[in-house]
């Protein structure tokens, strides 16, 4: 298993361009099978998660073809309408199968989905969702049974509290249901917004994307389309805390600054220089940084997918900051493996207090919980004096493109070793 090692205590400077979104290209590929025919996706990241939808597709019947960062798919009028364990337990969003197949032909049987160990995360909403809108849907064997003999019927849907991945398999379900969908209590992700414009190029009726009321209107047919991934944002924000807590300066092209605008507030309450462009963000660490208090919540509060690696840069400021977890129960793992590096963390349920210090943090081999996790760990090891090596990046390489490849252009001391 690949291990990557740290060199700590280099100031990083340069440019370096973000990949494509993992969290925006997985729905739009498991949004093909709503239209058959040849879809195009451009600024696709080559991520594992990419690679395991691409085989579940293949699995269902679909053709991809996947070179450099454009992925095409060949969607058959006829699909295998079962996703098997082995193709879905790799990641979470394997279920967003369910809303497409189960809208196109009347029935899917899909195997609960596997992921990160972060929490239940539970699918419930999904399906209760469906059952609104006239499935019977039972779970048997592990696997989600559904049908809808008489095909799916839009109908008024209320989330108790905001969830992405059921606002994406609703709005794809909707999308060839009868008549109007509305889901209220929408997520407002901009990953929400590009799956919206990609089914509008196939002929949807999605308005609302990126508000908390979405109306889907139900077509009888979509076609096939071309779409860019948006720019990962998660990426963004990682590479601005490595340039952060180096002390460097950086320029992150290819982004877009209007989708990190609770976490740019944090950094600059920091004290972190920040310039942004349309497509650019700019960060001039300088040192002497203030301690903050965050809380995370749903888009467009702070991320959930970027608090790891803010408490990286938490360790290397003076005085206690704090950080309240409000997605998810469980992601706080990062914070033994943090310690082992010598920083000091106290964890109460969902809150975590860090006590910060510049200098602190000293390195040693450490343990990649998830795929945040594994990118806070590498953030670490950036300013701990001495080697820091992250095992089972495989976590990594699940949602980051080249990460390392990246921190090595702009000056870190980093490689991969290969086992």
């Given at each position: 298993m690949d291990k990557i090692r740290i060199r700590g205590g280099q100031t990083l400077r340069g440019e370096v361009s973000v990949s494509g979104a993992k969290n925006s290209a997985l729905p739009l590929i498991f949004s093909t099978l709503l239209a058959p025919g040849k879809h195009k996706l451009g600024n696709v990241p080559r991520l594992q998660d990419i690679f395991s939808a691409n085989q579940l597709m293949n699995s269902l019947g679909c053709k991809t073809e996947f070179e450099n960062n454009n992925l095409s798919l060949s969607?058959?009028?006829?699909?295998?309408t079962l996703a098997h364990y082995d193709q879905v337990r790799k990641m979470r969003a394997s279920i967003l199968v369910l809303g497409p197949l189960l809208a196109r032909f009347d029935e899917a049987k899909v195997s609960l989905p596997g992921g990160c160990a972060i929490g239940a995360r539970p699918i419930g909403m999904h399906l209760d969702a469906l059952k609104k809108m006239g499935a019977q849907i039972?779970?048997?064997?592990?696997?989600?049974?559904?049908?809808?003999?008489?095909?799916?019927?839009?109908?008024?849907?209320?989330?108790?509290?905001?969830?992405v991945g059921g606002t994406e398999n609703i709005m794809m379900a909707a999308s060839l249901a009868k008549g109007q969908t509305?889901?209220?209590?929408?997520?407002?992700?901009?990953?929400?917004?590009?799956?919206?414009?990609?089914?509008?190029?196939m002929g949807a009726d999605v308005q609302g994307a990126g508000d908390s009321t979405i109306q889907i209107q139900g077509q009888n047919n979509l076609q096939p389309a071309e779409h860019d991934v948006i720019p990962d944002r998660i990426e963004t924000g990682t590479l601005m805390v490595a340039a952060a807590i180096t002390n460097g300066k950086v320029k992150i092209n290819n982004c877009d600054p209007t989708h990190l605008t609770s976490f740019n507030k944090a950094l600059q309450q920091m004290g972190i220089e920040l310039e942004f462009g349309d497509d650019f963000i700019q960060v001039q660490g300088n040192g002497g940084?203030?301690?903050i208090q965050i809380t995370t919540e749903p888009f467009p509060g702070f991320p959930t997918d970027?608090?790891?690696?803010?408490?990286?840069?938490?360790?290397q400021i003076p005085g206690k900051s704090r950080i309240i977890e409000k997605v998810f129960e469980n992601r706080f793992m990062h914070v033994s493996e943090l310690m082992r590096l010598g920083a000091k963390i106290e964890v109460d349920g969902h809150e975590a207090i860090i006590h910060g210090s510049e200098g602190n943090l000293v390195g040693a081999p450490v343990m990649a919980t998830d795929l945040r996790a594994s990118a806070s760990l590498i953030l670490a090891g950036l300013v701990a004096s001495?080697?820091?090596?992250?095992?089972?990046?495989?976590?990594?390489?699940?949602?980051?493109?080249n990460l390392?490849?990246?921190?090595?252009?702009?000056?870190?001391?980093?490689?991969r070793i290969k086992e």
């Open positions: 969607v058959d009028k006829t699909l295998e039972e779970v048997d064997g592990g696997y989600v049974v559904a049908k809808a003999p008489g095909g799916l019927k839009g109908t008024n849907i209320q989330f108790p509290f905001p969830t509305t889901i209220q209590n929408a997520a407002q992700e901009p990953e929400i917004v590009d799956l919206a414009n990609y089914l509008n190029k940084y203030a301690s970027l608090q790891a690696q803010l408490m990286a840069l938490m360790t001495g080697e820091t090596v992250v095992n089972r990046i495989y976590h990594l390489d699940r949602g980051y493109e390392e490849g990246k921190l090595k252009s702009l000056g870190a001391d980093i490689e």
